[in-house]
């Protein structure tokens, strides 16, 4: 992963680092994606998207409904 990534640490390493691959390592970059498609990334179960929804709305971004 890459030393400018500010994905929570919380959501696990597992997540954090199929994200990455998939070239996704700043919460801007979430913002209008959709939680259908995260899931589908190995690694990405819900308490990454709970997690993730938690920091995009602290800063006043969103995933797709």
Avoid at 6 to 31: C, H, I, Y
Wanted: charged share 30%.
């Amino acid at each position: 992963m890459t030393d400018d990534s500010d994905l929570p640490l919380s959501m696990g390493k597992v997540a954090r680092r199929e994200l990455a691959l998939q070239g996704l390592t700043r919460l801007a970059q979430f913002d209008g994606l959709s939680a259908k498609d995260l899931l589908a990334i190995h690694g990405v179960g819900p308490k990454a998207i709970r997690i993730l929804r938690e920091h995009l709305d602290q800063e006043g971004r969103a995933l797709a409904p």
